[in-house]
């Protein structure tokens, strides 16, 4: 067991591996701090979240669920644990009053390669725009939503046609070792953090409805990076008449070989044995669709059960 007092806050399960990777490497914390159990499936059942369930496993206690981090029962809770250090993965907006407890700061690991993609959706932000590398970044917290001076940084390819899915799971081991690392460098009074250029900073706001719904006058490539940042949550969706349609994986295809280069964006060029729709440049070919009330389905499934004549619009 190393000479850290960490407390750990996350909540989902891209910090679990964090979580998992501390304990193993001999940094144990010794509390963490997660979100409240909430009813989730079909049945409403109240359930923990993954860090507490992970933490449940790992046998550490205590294990804090606060409803509000504003609340000062919460921070008092944090300082009887006296930690020298506070590690914070996909955790919510934590206040000065609790974030200036430990002796030696509080770190975040954050999606991507800061300052870029500050916000809540740096992942899909990343793909939506194009980009054709990422990674994670460590910082001490400030007041400010992910500005503090950054620790360390790892980078990774995001491949042509990875989705926001395949890059999280990713990234999630590639964080969890940016966080050992992270904090031995703490410990070893060897962590040189230095301050971002808040000049090229670029925001990730959280996806909104309308984010998601699909631009078919943009180019073929920016509806499939629209489409596979948006995959699988929430979906990148477009209209069939009166219903919404939501389109989880696509390729990009040649529009002059499916069908009519001049047709309108959304317009159907094939619908038989590949499913292609015209964009306001080239074509993409979708892959996996999901019709509203229903499952996701390979294009071909989804073709026998909604019949599309060539020509067909999504809007």
């Not at 910090?15 to 159990?37: N, Q």
């Not at 966080?179 to 962590?191: L, P, S």
Request: proline share 8%.
């Amino acid at each position: 067991m190393q000479d850290m007092r960490i407390v750990f806050m996350g909540t989902p399960d891209f910090a679990v591996p964090s979580l998992r990777r501390l304990a193993e490497a001999g940094y144990a914390p010794v509390a963490v701090a997660t979100g409240p159990d909430k009813p989730r499936g079909r049945g409403r059942r109240m359930s923990p979240t993954p860090v507490k369930q992970e933490a449940e496993r790992l046998g550490i206690r205590p294990i804090l669920q606060p409803t509000s981090l504003r609340d000062p029962v919460f921070a008092e809770s944090v300082r009887r644990l006296a930690p020298d250090l506070i590690v914070v993965v996909a955790f919510r907006i934590l206040p000065p009053e609790a974030f200036e407890i430990a002796r030696k700061g509080a770190f975040n690991l954050h999606g991507s390669l800061l300052p870029k993609y500050r916000g809540a959706a740096p992942i899909r932000r990343a793909i939506m725009a194009g980009e054709t590398e990422t990674g994670v970044s460590t910082f001490f917290l400030k007041e400010a939503v992910d500005t503090g001076n950054v620790i360390l940084q790892k980078t990774m390819r995001i491949g042509p046609d990875e989705t926001a899915g395949e890059v999280h799971d990713r990234m999630m081991a590639l964080g969890a070792e940016a966080v050992v690392e992270t904090v031995r460098r703490i410990q070893r009074g060897e962590a040189q953090a230095h301050p971002q250029n808040h000049e090229e900073a670029t925001p990730a706001p959280r996806i909104q409805k309308e984010d998601a719904r699909i631009a078919w006058r943009r180019s073929a490539r920016e509806v499939h990076n629209q489409i596979r940042g948006l995959s699988p949550r929430p979906g990148a969706w477009t209209r069939d008449g009166e219903s919404m349609v939501k389109v989880y994986r696509t390729r990009l295809a040649d529009a002059r070989r499916a069908g009519d280069a001049k047709a309108l964006p959304g317009q159907t060029l094939r619908a038989s044995d590949r499913l292609v729709v015209a964009c306001g440049e080239g074509a993409v070919e979708l892959l996996e669709l999901q019709a509203e009330g229903r499952r996701r389905l390979p294009a071909m499934d989804f073709l026998r059960g909604h019949a599309l004549p060539a020509g067909h619009l999504f809007e």
